[in-house]
């Protein structure tokens, strides 16, 4: 566990859910922190309350001159940066024939683009460096497919894609895929289609807490330089999927 204590570690989607979690896992490890999410008071309210290790400001993680300011706000508040976890996630779902095209733009841009954004913006570090490691956060959608999730099934085979290639390219750095199966966030308030909406609220009678997947990605990054753990599929124990 060389320097893990000691590591500086970026987290998009810091707001709420498996960012916020996240953010409190690490903290309590003594981790430096730098948190981006659209939401700028819980930020600010989150490393208010964990105090002068936590730092952040607003992102849009779809902007590529934002995410690269994000990632150079981090470094000159704590003068490198370690690792960037990419959990910002949007997960409109509705059935293909309902022609949301919006909803999959914003999925698309979020949720592929916003993890390509985060790459570029620390990846001549890490190479620099010698030295880094990138969690994506996918999903069990990840893994299969599932009717109304088509697009954000896509969305999550391709960072899975992205994050296979990541690691075949990069001796130095290690990359690890984060998959939750269900679990109690905001993603999916935002679902339009009110049968998939419902839908949603029955599988999450079988849910997952946020600080589970938080304990899986801080599990990655305790490992020691020369170990990465490639991918975690964490699932309710009572889910069939």
């Not at 916020?20 to 896992?25: I, L, P």
């Not at 304990?215 to 305790?222: D, G, K, P, Q, V």
Request: aromatic content about 4%; charged content about 20%.
């Amino acid at each position: 566990m060389t320097g893990f204590a000691n590591k500086v570690v970026l987290i998009t989607g810091a707001s709420s859910g498996i960012g916020e979690a996240t953010v409190r896992e690490l903290a309590a490890a003594g981790m430096q922190l730098f948190i981006g999410a659209r939401r700028a008071d819980r930020l600010e309210a989150l490393a208010d309350e964990l105090g002068e290790h936590v730092a952040g400001r607003k992102l849009d993680v779809t902007d590529p001159i934002d995410f690269d300011a994000f990632v150079d706000a981090a470094e000159a508040r704590f003068g490198r940066v370690d690792v960037l976890v990419n959990n910002a996630g949007l997960m409109p779902l509705s059935p293909l024939a309902a022609l949301k095209r919006d909803e999959w733009k914003r999925m698309i841009d979020v949720n592929i683009h916003g993890v390509l954004n985060g790459i570029a913006a620390v990846l001549p570090r890490f190479i620099t460096q010698k030295n880094g490691h990138i969690v994506n956060v996918a999903s069990v959608a990840a893994h299969i497919v599932l009717p109304t999730a088509a697009v954000y099934c896509g969305t999550k085979y391709a960072v899975r894609a992205i994050t296979e290639g990541l690691r075949q390219e990069h001796d130095d750095i290690r990359s690890t895929l984060i998959s939750p199966g269900v679990t109690a966030t905001e993603l999916g308030n935002d679902i339009t289609d009110t049968a998939t909406a419902a839908a949603l609220t029955e599988w999450r009678q079988k849910s997952l807490t946020p600080d589970a997947i938080a304990r899986a990605i801080r599990f990655a990054l305790e490992q020691p330089d020369g170990v990465d753990i490639n991918e975690v599929i964490v699932r309710p124990t009572a889910a069939n999927m």
